[in-house]
Nanobody
Framework: VQLVESGGGLVQPGGSLRLSCAAS????????MCWYRQAPGEERELVAN????????NYADSVKGRFTISRDNAKKTVYLQMNSLKPEDTAVYYC?????????WGQGTQVTVSS
């Protein structure tokens, strides 16, 4: 199993970024995919998740209405569209899935929101 995130960077408050997570090594469409984030000195927190077929999504209250999770099962990729970014969204963002009681993580991608 491999998860590779991309798309992070530096953005001004109010800006947008789209993160991608390319998956391999498992039957992608069978599994829930998640985005987590971890800010310096804080615990890793769940940002959003999406079920295998993409019809069911959940979001942390802090990102509802600003972030959208989606997936393309043909491309084995999950996305996180982030709009109206705030400085408090600054964190390393990780892609995650759980397969038969084993949790897998990507290497993370840094998102910095600053003027």
């Amino acid at each position: 199993v491999q998860l590779v995130e991309s798309g992070g960077g530096l953005v001004q408050p109010g800006g947008s970024l789209r993160l991608s997570c390319a998956a391999s090594g498992f039957t992608f469409s069978n599994y829930v995919m998640c985005w987590y984030r971890q800010a310096p000195g804080e615990e890793r927190e769940l940002v959003a998740n999406i079920n295998g077929v993409g019809f069911s999504t959940n979001y942390a209250d802090s990102v509802k209405g600003r972030f959208t999770i989606s997936r393309d099962n043909a491309k084995k990729t999950v996305y996180l569209q982030m709009n109206s970014l705030k400085p408090e969204d600054t964190a390393v963002y990780y892609c995650n899935t759980r397969i038969t009681r084993v949790t897998y993580w990507g290497q993370g991608t840094q998102v910095t929101v600053s003027s």
